[in-house]
């Protein structure tokens, strides 16, 4: 009786997100529309594992499918992994110079310190207008920190970055801004804070730390991020190294994909 109860109110769920997709005109087509009737219970049935329980319209082979398909193999479908080299060895100053649009960059202890261990003004500045320049572009999610050994520390979202907004790193005008007033204003913020110590930082309780293997499947990658609140997980290869993030929107946009494929 219980089980009954979530699945009537699931499906009514998936009739209000129907009646609201119409009012804001969304156009949505009959395939859509039964996507999305489902979509409430297939969450459930990914949350309970009770996938072999549900037959209907095919949605016990795509869904099992979906299953067994790793952290590694969605993030890359949707360009959040990278590469060992680009992990190891990120460019800030080409970065900053053509305002590249990036989900996330990875930092180091040195990145924004001289070969004497100090503050390099030019580092942080070129830092700063790279992780400027991808919120702007509406597409970063985190900054990770990792250790010498490309393992990830910890990791901060990009509202923790907002400040940064404020401060006039891309120029404009014809008069540029003097640096060392952007490296004092970019130093008294968040970002300031962590490029000064970042594996300190990031081992505070400022920092995420939700690290989860590649090859973990999307069910248990899901139930990790419900579990601690978190939007974002970095994920790490066998070794422990960085080698990308997975979100939660991504996870839920490839259950919705394998519900409309099924529909069909």
């Given at each position: 009786?219980?089980e009954?109860?979530v699945?009537?109110?699931?499906?009514?769920?998936?009739?209000?997100?129907?009646?609201?997709g119409?009012?804001l005109e969304?156009?949505?087509?009959e395939?859509?529309?039964?996507?999305?009737?489902v979509?409430?219970?297939?969450?459930?049935?990914?949350?309970t594992?009770?996938?072999t329980e549900?037959?209907?319209?095919?949605?016990?082979?795509?869904?099992k499918?979906?299953?067994?398909?790793t952290?590694?193999?969605?993030?890359?479908?949707?360009?959040?992994?990278i590469s060992?080299?680009?992990?190891?060895d990120?460019?800030?100053?080409?970065?900053?110079?053509?305002q590249?649009?990036r989900?996330?960059?990875?930092?180091t202890?040195?990145v924004?310190?001289?070969?004497?261990?100090?503050?390099d003004?030019?580092?942080?500045l070129?830092?700063?207008s790279?992780?400027?320049?991808s919120?702007?572009?509406?597409?970063?999610k985190?900054l990770?920190v990792?250790?010498r050994?490309?393992?990830?520390?910890?990791?901060?979202g990009?509202?923790?970055?907002?400040e940064?907004?404020?401060?006039p790193?891309?120029?404009?005008?014809?008069?540029?801004?003097?640096?060392?007033?952007l490296?004092?204003?970019v130093?008294?913020t968040?970002?300031?804070?962590i490029?000064?110590?970042?594996?300190?930082?990031?081992?505070?309780?400022e920092?995420s730390?939700?690290?989860?293997?590649?090859t973990?499947n999307?069910?248990?990658a899901?139930?990790e991020l419900?579990k601690?609140?978190?939007?974002?997980a970095?994920?790490?290869?066998?070794f422990d190294r960085?080698?990308?993030?997975i979100?939660?929107s991504?996870?839920?946009?490839?259950?919705?994909?394998?519900?409309?494929?099924?529909?069909?």
């Amino acid at each position: 009786m219980p089980e009954l109860l979530v699945g009537t109110i699931l499906f009514f769920l998936g009739f209000v997100i129907i009646v609201a997709g119409k009012r804001l005109e969304l156009g949505l087509g009959e395939t859509s529309k039964v996507a999305l009737l489902v979509a409430p219970l297939m969450f459930y049935l990914l949350l309970t594992g009770k996938f072999t329980e549900f037959e209907a319209l095919g949605f016990k082979t795509k869904l099992k499918q979906l299953t067994r398909e790793t952290t590694l193999t969605a993030a890359r479908a949707h360009d959040l992994a990278i590469s060992y080299k680009e992990a190891a060895d990120p460019d800030f100053g080409s970065e900053a110079l053509w305002q590249e649009c990036r989900p996330f960059y990875v930092i180091t202890d040195k990145v924004a310190k001289d070969a004497a261990g100090k503050i390099d003004m030019d580092r942080v500045l070129r830092v700063a207008s790279a992780i400027r320049s991808s919120i702007v572009c509406g597409q970063f999610k985190m900054l990770i920190v990792v250790d010498r050994n490309r393992k990830p520390v910890g990791y901060f979202g990009w509202k923790q970055f907002i400040e940064l907004l404020r401060i006039p790193l891309v120029i404009y005008d014809v008069i540029p801004t003097d640096p060392s007033l952007l490296f004092n204003q970019v130093m008294a913020t968040e970002l300031g804070v962590i490029l000064h110590n970042p594996e300190i930082r990031a081992k505070s309780p400022e920092a995420s730390k939700l690290i989860i293997e590649a090859t973990t499947n999307l069910q248990n990658a899901y139930k990790e991020l419900l579990k601690s609140g978190q939007e974002e997980a970095v994920f790490v290869d066998r070794f422990d190294r960085f080698d990308g993030i997975i979100t939660r929107s991504v996870i839920e946009g490839r259950i919705v994909t394998n519900i409309i494929e099924a529909a069909q």
